[in-house]
């Protein structure tokens, strides 16, 4: 059974930065692609940024040249550097696989605000 626990979300100001964290177990985790994904209130979650198993990576455009994703698969961990947050990123924040093959995790909060 997989399971995918995220962590690392907050509060933090515009311009701050975070580092979050998907833990995954269950599965063989340097097989697969990953992607960290984002849904805000009132949104569709939608897809921010992608690691492949090889460590090929893309984002989406609002945030490119602000995230970083990586892996350690020793860790079974995909982590997600954020900078330069704007209000705009606020969501709850999930990690899966690039076609959102397993059970979605908890997620975890993140609030950019003043």
């Known amino acids: 059974q997989v399971q995918l626990v995220e962590s690392g979300g907050g509060l933090v100001q515009p311009g701050g930065s975070l580092r979050l964290s998907c833990t995954a177990s269950?599965?063989?985790?340097?097989?697969?692609?990953m992607a960290w994904y984002r849904q805000a209130p009132g949104k569709q979650r939608e897809s921010v940024a992608r690691?492949?198993?090889?460590?090929?990576?893309n984002y989406a455009d609002s945030v490119k040249g602000r995230f970083t994703i990586s892996r350690v698969n020793a860790k079974n961990t995909v982590y997600l550097q954020m900078n330069s947050l704007k209000p705009e990123d606020t969501a709850v924040y999930y990690c899966?696989?690039?076609?959102?093959?397993?059970?979605w995790g908890p997620g975890t909060q993140v609030t950019v605000s003043s």
């Open positions: 899966n696989h690039v076609t959102q093959l397993w059970p």
């Open positions: 690691i492949t198993s090889g460590g090929n990576t």
């Open positions: 269950g599965i063989s985790f340097s097989f697969y692609h």
